[in-house]
C-alpha cells in the first residue's frame, strides 16, 4: 500500500514551458486534492475532486488546469509556467466523508522551480 | 469566509517543556478542526481532529487540542516537548461542504 505518490519529485521548467503533475493514490479515495505551499503562505488549494470525471476550483486555480478520468489519479497542469508558479505542490487525498470531514492523506510534494 | 489564524510562525522551546500553538478561525456554523504536522521535506500528517462532541481531543505522538467556542479558538498542547516534534504544524478548518482552509504555519524548534 504506497499511499498517495507524486511524480516528479523535481523539476526546473522555463518560463513558457508546459508540464504535468501525476498524483496516484492507491486507498480508493473518493476526494482528491493539489495544493501548493509557498513560504509564508500555508498550504493553498488549488483545485480539487470529488469523484472520478469531476474536478472543481478552489482557492488558487489561476494557471493550472486538473483532470480526473481514473479515480486513482489526479492530474495537475501547466501549461504556460510562470516564475510565479514556483512552489512545492502537494497531493492529498481523503476518504468520502464531505469535503473537509475526512483525514486527508499527503503525498510527498513535488518541488518545481520556474526560471 | 472560512479563516485560520495562527499568530505564531515561529516557536523555540527547550526539550522537555510544555508546548502550546495557537489558533484562532472564522466560521459561521459548528467547523471541522485539524492539526497537520509537516517534517522537513515531508507531506503532512494528520495529528487530531475535532468534529463534535468532547471539546478536548486527543491525537498522535503525545498531542492534545482544545475547542472553545467562546475564543474560536483550537490550540495545540503537549506537555513535554521532545527534539523529534521539531517541524511545522498546521491548524485546519472546514465542513461538510467546503475544502480545508489551511493557516500559515507555526514552526517549532526544539533546543536541547
Known amino acids: 500500500n504506497a499511499g498517495v505518490t507524486q511524480t516528479p519529485k523535481f523539476r526546473v521548467l522555463k518560463t513558457g514551458q508546459s508540464m504535468t503533475l501525476l498524483c496516484a493514490q492507491d486507498m480508493n479515495h473518493e476526494y482528491m486534492y493539489w495544493y501548493r505551499q509557498d513560504p509564508g503562505m500555508g498550504l493553498r488549494l488549488i483545485h480539487y475532486?470529488?469523484?472520478?470525471?469531476?474536478?472543481a476550483k478552489g482557492e488558487v486555480p489561476d494557471g493550472y488546469n486538473v483532470s480526473r478520468l481514473k479515480k486513482q489519479n489526479f492530474l495537475l497542469g501547466l501549461e504556460s509556467a510562470a516564475p510565479s508558479q514556483t512552489s512545492v505542490y502537494f497531493c492529498?487525498?481523503?476518504?468520502?466523508?464531505?469535503?473537509?470531514?475526512?483525514?486527508?492523506?499527503f503525498g510527498p510534494g513535488t518541488r518545481l522551480t520556474v526560471l | 469566509a472560512q479563516s485560520v489564524t495562527q499568530p505564531d510562525i515561529h516557536i523555540t522551546v527547550s526539550e522537555g517543556a510544555s508546548l502550546e500553538l495557537r489558533c484562532n478561525y472564522s466560521y459561521g456554523a459548528t467547523p471541522y478542526l485539524f492539526w497537520y504536522v509537516q517534517s522537513p521535506g515531508q507531506g503532512l500528517q494528520l495529528l487530531l481532529k475535532?468534529?463534535?462532541?468532547?471539546?478536548l481531543v486527543q491525537g498522535i505522538k503525545g498531542f492534545e487540542a482544545e475547542f472553545k467556542r467562546s475564543q474560536s479558538s483550537f490550540n495545540l498542547r503537549k506537555p513535554s516537548v521532545h527534539w523529534s516534534d521539531a517541524a511545522e504544524y498546521f491548524c485546519?478548518?472546514?465542513?461538510?461542504?467546503?475544502?480545508?482552509?489551511f493557516g500559515k504555519g507555526t514552526r517549532l524548534s526544539v533546543i536541547a
Open positions: 492529498a487525498s481523503s476518504y468520502l466523508n464531505g469535503l473537509a470531514g475526512g483525514k486527508q492523506f
Open positions: 475535532y468534529f463534535s462532541g468532547d471539546t
Open positions: 475532486s470529488v469523484g472520478e470525471g469531476t474536478t
Open positions: 485546519a478548518v472546514g465542513s461538510g461542504n467546503t475544502p480545508l482552509v
